[in-house]
């Protein structure tokens, strides 16, 4: 698979996909307008790295930015050449596992958003399901088991130069204040590899959710269930924490997580309103709030 991941029209298409997104640089200062320059004169030595297995990742740079309910989310920028490496195989491994995703399943993937989710959450709504089990993964991408998904990426993946290079991206190490700090769980955001890894994690949640019969959507770490009763919500909750916690070693944050009705909870931005017929999507009182604190925010500056 690594050959395929280094073919010319797989880093074509790759080097593409890092400059449009431009994004900041990583511990290494370059910028993305360097990149193609760099490549070029560096390919060689990079391609003989990478298939034998020597290719050394840089540490992350460690960035952090508020979250709009308040905290900060950490992110870890990778070298825009770590990026361009990411990107390749993400696209590769995406032909491999994302065909096998659950059709509820909207984030990260291609011709998928998070509207197309919503829109699911409404039907479930409309069919009677109105009650929401809303349940929220603490600090998922800072706690996903390196183990675990090494050995889910194994059953699929038989190129052992390849699996080597991905938990060494995993195990690159994060850089703060000048200092490196080693990484021992999590898949840092940040990298266009991790959004593909964190939904191969959470595959198998979604079989499990699939396997008992449960009406759910999930977009990333943010997922509902939608069942008929307050009190069959609550099983919901108590059998899936456990399922998380014991089966995936995550976290569930217990503060964050409700059995409710749907029109009181938010789902990606959205909500939704209490007729029983035809309920509508809306934006969630949350997400009205904080656009009117920006505006403020923006017009109080001139």
Known sequence: ???QILSRPNLLKAIKRVEKNKGSHGIDQMPTTDLRVYVMENWHTMREQLLSGTYQPQPVRRV???KPNGGVRKLGIP?????????AIAQQLTLVFDPTFS?????????RRAHTAVKQARAYIEEGYRWVVDMDLEKFFDK??????MARLATRIKDKVLLHLIRQFLQAGVMENGLVSPMTEGTPQGGPLSPLLSNIVLDELDKELEKRGHKFVRYADDFHIYVKSSRAGERVMESITTFIEKKLRLKVNREKSAVDRPWKRKLLGFSFTWNKKQPKIRLAEETIKRFKARIRQLTSRK
């Open 1 to 3: 698979m690594m050959e």
């Open 64 to 66: 952090e930015i508020p």
């Open 79 to 87: 070298t825009v050449t770590d990026r361009l490496i990411q990107q």
């Open 103 to 111: 059709e509820f399943s909207y984030g990260f993937r291609p011709n």
């Open 144 to 149: 996903v088991h390196h183990d675990r998904l």
